[in-house]
């Protein structure tokens, strides 16, 4: 029997009760599943091209696209596109939320074709003066990578359109389907590495066939959240591109929303133009990311999807209370999370890397060091990027974009001025410490900017934790740096990678048994916050306010 139109839009708030963290482990449990299997497809990789030319062409042909995804799809949709739809379902249910996704379906659908013909015929072009010019001193890379980022570019189709239905998904509180979906691009691209290995095929043919996996992933991860979105209840058809107020005030809200989203990407993207010089350091810098990804992905990806809706409901619903616990809880649980994370980085990278990379044609490039050390200082900046997730939705969720974006072109201008000035001296590790830099400055503008507007309240009980968080992350590194000592016969490169990695996880679980019972002994945890981190917070609503 075919449900009454107004009770869609009960099944569309239904679930507004259920845990935020419970929301953040939906998400962050098909992250994680990505970045499991992502590991896995860096060491193939790794094993497979090492840090040699093939792997320096693709991860540079991969970026662009990769790029142009973070800046016209995740960010932009995620920071404006979400914000409109929810208040089309809160104003005129189901029925305006599909005629308003149509609407701009047309529009970016027809805008993606065009860029994508433009951008296919000017990639010569594009490789040699924006994502790889040093390139183009050795034809044989140069020709490579302009040929596997043709084949690859389409990807940014797909991926923009999904992720056009993932905010909408996000939206309807059906997070699963659009965090599962990126499972698939390292599913497809770990079984064309396992035929590689299989049947012996050489860098060249393995490089060519990871395009071709990138391009087929991105078709099944548009199939995934497609299906995703009929099955919620709202079928989403072609109508003609037309500027509509809504899609107006979309674009209006995006342009500066898909830069602000997209600036890590933006940073990496600048880092690699400026590691194509140096060979093996694109490669080198890419393995490294890969690594710092999973806590970044699994906790502030989590953290910046599930917070965006929420606060923005919160906010439109008068319920300021809510809004501050929202955002107050959202840095609590980044920080008990990415704290002890970044110092395990800082710490354990070299052995971290070892077990993860150190095989085949990694290990013959002897290109442990160096990725390590790369590692160590994106550790330094995990904080700052994460909670970059956490506070950009306190001003999304108001319609303020531009904001931001002005904060991300500063971030931006220090990332440059300091990978040029330490590149020359350091190598790749030079590009990391910009990146990491250029995070901390991003995130103390954000904070220091909601504190000022007065839309981030004090909170007691963050502001007596966040200190002691420190605290317990540290002498969890000092633990850990002193017991890799009496462990180190077991971690070095002479023992068997069997032996490395039980080695490395003792470590990593006695680390965990450290941090944990330093930061419940001295304060910065107990179980009373974490029952309160599983609760949306107060439900009695207060008056709306002038801000």
């Known amino acids: 029997m075919r449900p009454a139109r107004g009770s869609r839009k009960t099944d569309v708030t239904k679930g507004s009760e259920m845990s935020l963290v419970a929301k953040f482990a939906t998400v962050a449990s098909g992250t994680l599943m990505s970045r499991v299997l992502g590991f896995a497809r860096e060491m193939l990789m790794a094993a497979a091209l090492g840090t040699g030319p093939v792997a320096d062409a693709f991860y540079a042909a991969f970026q662009f696209p990769n790029t142009f995804r973070r800046l016209f799809a995740e960010g932009a949709f995620n920071a404006a596109f979400v914000p409109l739809f929810a208040k089309e379902i809160e104003a005129n249910g189901v029925d305006g939320a599909k005629r308003f996704s149509e609407e701009v379906f047309g529009v970016l659908f027809s805008v993606l074709l065009a860029l994508t013909i433009a951008m296919e015929l000017a990639m010569p072009l594009i490789v ?67 035929n590689a290995w299989y049947n012996g095929q050489d860098g060249l043919k393995v490089g060519y066939a990871l395009a071709w996996g990138v391009l087929a992933a991105g078709v099944v991860q548009l199939a995934i959240v497609w299906i995703a979105v009929r099955h919620a209840g709202i079928s989403v058809g072609f109508r003609r591109p037309r500027l509509t107020p809504n899609v107006k005030r979309l674009l209006w809200l995006a342009l500066p929303a898909a830069i602000t989203g997209g600036i890590t990407q933006i940073n990496t993207l600048i880092g690699t133009a400026i590691a194509s010089s140096q060979d093996s350091a694109v490669s080198s810098l890419n393995l490294a990311d890969r690594v710092y990804q999973l806590p970044l992905g699994v906790v502030g990806v989590a953290v910046a999807i599930v917070l965006l809706p929420e606060l923005s409901r919160a906010l439109k619903s008068g319920n300021n209370i809510e809004a501050a616990n929202l955002q107050n809880r959202s840095v609590e649980f980044t920080l008990f999370l990415t704290l002890p994370a970044a110092a395990a980085l800082l710490v354990m990278s070299e052995p971290i890397v070892r077990v993860l990379y150190e095989r085949g ?34 001003f ?108 490395l996880a003792v470590l990593m679980a006695g680390a965990i048994v450290v941090y944990f019972g330093v930061a419940f002994a001295i304060g910065g945890a107990n179980i009373g916050m974490i029952r309160r981190n599983v609760r949306r917070g107060a439900k009695a609503k207060e008056p709306p306010q002038d801000q």
């Open 396 to 503: 999304f969720a108001r319609e303020d974009t531009r904001t931001p974006m002005y904060f991300a072109a500063i971030s931006v201008a220090v990332n440059i001025s300091v990978a040029l000035t330490l590149f020359p001296r350091m190598g790749a590790p030079g590009i990391a410490a910009a990146s990491a830099t250029a995070g901390w400055v991003n995130a103390a503008m954000l904070l220091g900017t909601l504190i000022w507007r007065g839309h981030w309240s004090r909170d007691a009980g963050l502001m007596r934790r966040a200190p002691r968080l420190v605290v317990a992350s540290a002498i969890m590194a000092v633990a850990l740096w002193y017991a890799m000592g009496f462990a180190g016969q077991w971690l070095g490169p002479a023992s068997p990678i069997y032996t490395q990695a039980a080695a």
């Open 361 to 394: 044609a990694f290990a013959a490039s002897n290109s442990t060091p160096v990725v390590a050390s790369i590692l160590a200082i994106f550790g330094l900046g995990l904080p700052a990027f994460v909670l970059i997730k956490a506070f950009t939705p306190g």
């Open 128 to 194: 040699r003066f924006i994502v790889a010019p040093g390139f183009a001193e050795d034809a044989a890379k140069y020709d490579l990578t302009v040929t596997l980022a043709t084949v690859m570019f389409p990807y940014l189709i797909c991926m923009s359109l999904g992720a056009m239905m993932a905010g909408m998904l996000n939206s309807l509180r059906r997070y699963f389907a659009a965090a599962v979906a990126p499972v698939f691009l390292n599913i497809i691209l770990v079984g064309v590495l396992a």
